[in-house]
């Protein structure tokens, strides 16, 4: 198995969407990487659908299941708000800078239309990119990064084991579903669940319909080859590492049971950065960019997001219970993992 696998399952699956897509719902999104000479390197495309109706998110999902299943290939979600010019970089390598991320600035500053590839624009607009997000200012340069992935490494070699995670190698993608910079991105299983992620609207206890603006979610549909199990609900592939967090933590830590959740790590990522780097660059991110995973991806009305999951009653939308963001991030009080959370940074810190 190679890379290039992706891309020619990408194309499969462009192939299956023009039986249940109109081609007026879709286009393709040029997937690049940054070449070390500077250069824009192809890795294919990925097909980008407008999808109108539940009924078809739920149909497109099975067609992919079925159609990969002899393959081992398991198809994962990530719901999100926004585009962020569909970059999925995990958040240690999303160069905040004044808690203004990379990918906010992606996705207010640059237009990527259709068939544009992002990194490609980033890197005709390498000067404004930099001007923006100032790399020689990163408050995590080299040295900084992989002191934080040799402190997980401490975390995942430590005597120390909370009660509720059984097994080193899930610290890390546990503490990324706590909000801690890691080398993971979450991903989930549940349709419901990652339309939810999607929703701009979440977070609300009600939203008047007329208030409902008129622009878009994104479902982004992964492909995952991991095939060896390595620990309690730890898989590892060719270039992936899966991390089920149902089975590899127990409900003490509450969050990703509520969630039914998922990590995913790109093996490379766990390197650290190249001596020779002084700083991170658009060539060294392109390469930490998870979307070379992706199969295809889901563009939604918001407004249909909030019809397809919620309970309409007088002119406002209510998520139901188990769609609830206190729900879905359980507080202090009933997600017993918080008290642990100072041992490990402790851990981590040395």
């Known amino acids: 198995m190679t890379l290039r696998d992706f891309d020619a399952w990408r194309m499969e699956v462009s192939y299956l969407l023009q039986e249940t897509i109109d081609s007026k719902q879709t286009y393709e ?15 294919g495309t990925v097909p980008v659908i407008e999808v109108l109706s539940y009924y078809k998110v739920v149909q497109i999902i099975g067609e992919l299941k079925s159609h990969f299943s002899d393959r081992k290939l398991r198809i994962l979600l990530r719901g999100q708000k926004k585009s962020y010019g569909y970059i999925q970089l995990p958040k240690i390598f999303r160069l ?3 808690n203004y991320q990379l990918t906010e600035i992606i996705n207010d500053k640059f237009d990527f239309s ?4 992002p990194w490609k624009i980033l890197l005709s607009e390498e000067k404004k990119v930099e001007q923006l997000i100032d790399l020689e200012d990163f408050p ?4 900084e990064l992989d002191d934080q992935i040799r402190g997980f490494q401490r975390l995942n070699k430590s005597t120390f084991i909370g009660k509720s ?3 080193m190698l899930a610290w890390e993608s546990i503490m990324q579903h706590y909000d801690k910079k890691t ?19 979440n977070k609300k206890t009600s939203i008047p319909k007329e208030k409902v603006e008129d622009d878009h979610g994104y479902v982004f549909i992964y492909g995952v080859r991991c095939d060896e199990q390595i620990a309690k609900g730890v898989w590892d592939g060719p270039y992936q590492r899966l991390i089920n967090l149902s089975e590899a933590t127990t409900p003490l830590s509450l ?11 790109q093996k490379q990522s766990h390197g650290g950065m190249n001596k020779w780097q002084r700083t991170p660059n658009l060539t060294y991110l392109s390469s930490r960019d998870y979307a070379k995973f992706l199969l295809c991806i889901f563009k939604i009305k918001q407004k249909h997001i909030l019809e397809w999951l919620c309970v309409n009653r007088e002119n406002h939308y209510y998520f139901p219970s188990f769609l609830k963001h206190r729900y879905l991030f359980p507080p202090h009080k009933e997600d017993d993992f918080r008290g642990n959370l100072g041992e490990f940074e402790r851990i981590i810190s040395g």
């Open 29 to 43: 999104l040029a997937l690049d990487t940054i070449a070390t000479d500077g250069t824009a390197k192809s890795q």
């Open 96 to 98: 905040s800078r004044k």
């Open 114 to 117: 259709q068939n544009n590839s």
């Open 140 to 143: 995590w340069k080299t040295a």
């Open 165 to 167: 995670i059984p097994n």
């Open 183 to 201: 080398r993971y991105i979450d991903l989930v299983e549940s349709i419901p669940i990652a339309l939810c992620f999607a929703s701009k609207y």
């Open 255 to 265: 969050r990703p049971h509520m969630q039914s959740a998922f990590s995913l790590s």
